[in-house]
């Protein structure tokens, strides 16, 4: 246990150095339009850095593994590097396109797919389509599924400590798994981005002193989706749908948000402000807060939806073994996050309502 506390402490100092040393640099670190896009969830200018912690944390990490996990580890990290820059890029206000950062990922997945050759060839439904496609199916399906998971990381990413504290589930529902099957080198590399996330979470929840920002979520989901990727290769007999319900909230709010835009025909990559952590952070605010108070309702709703995004990981672990136990319950979980998605935006247009009437009497 205690080789994870290098990680931890190298991302806690990296961290550290980048909030304390604020005012030298964040007219790099901090875009100026960032409070009308994604981060306009936030009132203060704040570093979006917070990747560079996480990479010196896992650098850090690796190299107090054994060997073979140093291998596994280093590969997975040198296919990271293509996303990481894209992200990176974006951070430091070079404005990356949110599409050459999705392809930038696709291109960190074909590293993967050759560093590692291994690729989805089963999720528990043979009748999907790009089963019937042989290994070329199979190979665009990772390309785009690790490609989505990481853009869905960044999705989240919206609230002090809800991408990272979904991560940190996620890690430890791979973990359980992994321990399940006493898949000893899994279990140790998500025990290094665990404690790579928790060094830097500490500064970004509650208080929202340094964010993730691209490079960290992009390269966040990556990660993860890749160690997923290897526990089913090594480790047949795990359900894959029992994976994908540890990475069920973020992949839910990306795929309801291009619902969302197909609807009303707006661009795919054309941000808005319905996700379900916006919805419960701007419910906060008009019942007991108010947006002077978004140092409040920010954190408020991190703490309501962690719980949400965790229950089905916790289930993933009392369904592993299980294709159908897999599936039905991520058919369940979707069900679930729809009503109650459509419930809140059914109570926060009435809500809006209220207001306004009572402001027009006033």
């Not at 025990?191 to 500064?203: E, R």
């Not at 990556?222 to 160690?227: A, D, E, N």
């Amino acid at each position: 246990m205690l080789m994870y506390l290098y990680p931890f402490f190298a991302a806690l100092f990296v961290t550290s150095l980048i909030v304390v040393t604020k005012p030298l640099h964040m007219h790099m670190t901090a875009k100026s339009r960032n409070m009308s896009a994604r981060q306009s969830l936030h009132i203060i200018p704040t570093p979006r850095v917070g990747g560079l912690s996480l990479v010196i944390g896992y650098i850090v990490g690796m190299f107090f593994l054994p060997v073979d996990v140093f291998d596994l580890t280093m590969l997975l990290g040198i296919s990271t590097i293509p996303v990481f820059l894209g992200g990176f890029g974006e951070d430091m206000g070079f404005d990356v396109s949110s599409t050459k950062r999705l392809i930038l990922s696709f291109i960190s997945a074909v590293l993967a797919i050759l560093v590692f050759q291994t690729w989805v060839t089963d999720v528990g439904l043979s009748y999907l389509w790009f089963m019937t496609y042989g290994t070329f199916g199979s190979l665009v399906f990772t390309i785009v599924l690790t490609g989505g998971i990481s853009h869905s990381i960044n999705l989240i990413d919206g609230l002090n400590g809800l991408s990272m504290g979904v991560s940190m589930m996620i890690s430890l529902g791979l973990a359980g798994l992994a321990y399940s099957f006493e898949d000893y080198s899994i279990l140790m590399m998500c025990g290094v981005v665990l404690s790579s996330v928790a060094g830097l979470f500490i500064f970004n929840f509650p208080f929202g002193k340094i964010f993730l920002g691209d490079a960290g979520a992009y390269s966040m989901g990556h990660v993860l989706t890749w160690i997923g990727i290897l526990l089913i290769s090594r480790n047949p007999e795990i359900a894959p749908f029992s994976v994908m319900l540890l990475f069920f909230w973020p992949v839910m709010d990306m795929l309801f948000a291009i619902y969302r835009r197909l609807r009303t025909g707006r661009r795919l990559d054309q941000p808005d402000r319905l996700h379900f952590h916006q919805l419960v952070m701007r419910g906060l605010e008009l019942v007991f807060f108010g947006k002077k108070k978004r140092n409040w309702s920010n954190p408020l709703a991190t703490m309501i939806i962690l719980p949400m995004a965790a229950t089905p990981i916790v289930t993933a672990q009392f369904v592993y073994q299980s294709d159908r136990a897999s599936v039905v319950s991520f058919g369940v979980f979707l069900i679930l996050f729809v009503l109650t998605y459509l419930a809140g935006m059914a109570w926060a247009r009435r809500w809006a309502k209220v207001g306004t009437r009572r402001t027009s009497v006033r």
